[in-house]
């Protein structure tokens, strides 16, 4: 709908309308996630206001700074950046604003994240492949004199990535009130492949293997 970045810092909640931001205004955002070029019109009837309302909210939206900008989203296989990596670093705890400079001038980082436990950062990056991430750890992150340490691990599977979460996605879930999967019986086991929780693999002993196979023959 609009290109140009919010200003302003409001507290979060408020819009530049001075309102808290009812179900109309996280509505708005719901439509904006799945189409941020949807027209004025369009985002007023599906929200069911008018479109001099909707206009007056989508600005006070942007105005505030709760709608920061507008970007494309790229599939990034097709743009020859097939291999992404999380690589964790450990900081030199003297020498943050010379790593958070040296970060800065990376193109490759897609994503960097302070965190707490074992290591102090988190850098997700997009390469063609194996060989540069290895190159960019190597010769890159590793000749940082800010950095103590990385430990790098290779992401097999993006299996869920949402532009944005709204607090009315969590309200509507509780609302569906959808029953909960009973948990399994500690004294049952499952049959081989059965059952299983997603991501948890049963593997079968060598021993136990063969002897399934002389019952079934």
Known sequence: MSSNS????????????????????LKILEVLRDNGRVSVSALAERVGISRANAYTRFEALRADG??????????HQRAGLGIVALIFVTVRQQMWRQFRAQLAQMPEVEYCAITTGQHDAMIQVRMADVAEVHAMVTERLANIPAVKATETVFILDEVLRRPYVLPSDRERDRGRGAPRRPAPSASSEPEQGQGLPLGKMRFVGAAEGRAALRDAT
């Open 6 to 25: 919010g200003s302003g810092g409001g507290a979060t909640g408020r819009i530049g309308i001075g309102l808290e931001l009812d179900a109309t205004h």
């Open 66 to 75: 709760v709608i920061r900008r507008f970007t494309a989203e790229i599939d």
